[in-house]
């Protein structure tokens, strides 16, 4: 099992000319308990790692669907429980996942969301949780539909949990970056985080160490959150965000743009004036013309 080890980088990239690819997808049908199963996708992991053309290989070969049936055995109520073989599959899902929207998409059409929300609940000392939260970091990157599917699935809370873990593990990393990404172009998520408890968690991480990666995902998805979004602004205004996010400006120049992007959203008052017009607006209007009654000809 020489591809198990497969870390050079010469090797990792000639895999998938001399035909290694696709012997070892099909020996993820042994089932999740068998050895060779274990050790095959060991290799598709390494060989994922950093290798576009091997993730591609994989996809062709029809390595999506057997790498979620090995985490469905997982976690299903009857199943196999987490092992290896798990942690490998879900390390290739991750790898492949990660600059690939085929890979995104077929994935989600595979069934690979659920159990990977299901290994977040593992908690954040777990190596497993940190490496689903990673895959789902991945998955909703520029994907709409996966968005969608990690919220229904109930991903949102747990992800918000491991937020929880601080900014020195890289759980919390993983889990602030998907956050991020899921907040971004969806406003049925960005109600969804805000109800979840993640503005608080979120403006927390803000006072870290500005170099940390976890600074930067905070302070973006607090971006995306505050986009055309009161109550996700006024969360962010009326729990202190405000200073932090004056503080990071000129730090350097993405959590600047991230900053002022979310201090941007903040500060708009015509957001904040088009709610209150429309709560006072309705019921004027119901007084005017009572629920039954036609308005008046023109």
Not at 36 to 64: F, H, M, P, Q, S
Not at 185 to 213: C, F, M, Q, W, Y
């Amino acid at each position: 099992m020489a591809f198990r080890n497969a870390y050079n980088a010469e090797f990792i990239r000639s895999a998938n000319g001399t035909g290694g690819v696709i012997p070892l997808v099909r020996l993820l049908g042994a089932g999740p308990e068998a050895e060779i199963t274990k050790y095959a996708a060991g290799c598709l992991a390494n060989l994922t790692y950093d290798a576009e053309d091997n993730c591609e290989a994989v996809r062709a070969a029809g390595g999506i669907a057997p790498l979620t049936a090995l985490l469905a055995a997982a976690v299903a109520p009857s199943g196999v429980g987490v092992s290896d073989v798990t942690a490998f599959a879900v390390d290739a899902l991750r790898n492949m996942a990660r600059g690939s929207d085929k890979v995104r998409d077929e994935a989600r059409e595979a069934g690979a969301i659920p159990p990977l929300v299901s290994l977040l609940l593992l908690g954040p000392e777990s190596p497993l949780a940190r490496a689903a939260a990673g895959a789902l970091r991945n998955l909703v990157s520029q994907n709409e539909h996966n968005r969608d599917a990690v919220r229904e699935a109930g991903g949102i809370p747990p992800l918000v949990e491991l937020l929880q873990a601080g900014p020195s593990m890289e759980v919390a990393a993983h889990a602030c970056a998907a956050l991020r990404n899921l907040a971004r172009g969806n406003a049925t998520n960005r109600n969804a985080i805000r109800e979840a408890g993640a503005i608080p968690v979120l403006i927390a991480l803000l006072a870290h160490d500005p170099s940390k990666e976890i600074t930067a995902h905070a302070c973006a998805a607090l971006a995306n959150l505050s986009f055309e979004n009161p109550a996700n602004q006024d969360a962010i205004r009326q729990g202190g965000g405000v200073r932090p996010l004056v503080a990071l400006l000129g730090s350097s120049p993405d959590l600047t743009t991230y900053a002022s992007g979310a201090l941007a959203n903040v500060a708009n008052p015509l957001a904040r004036l088009t709610e209150r017009l429309q709560s006072v607006c309705v019921p004027v209007a119901s007084l005017l013309c009572p629920p039954g009654s036609s308005r008046p000809a023109a």
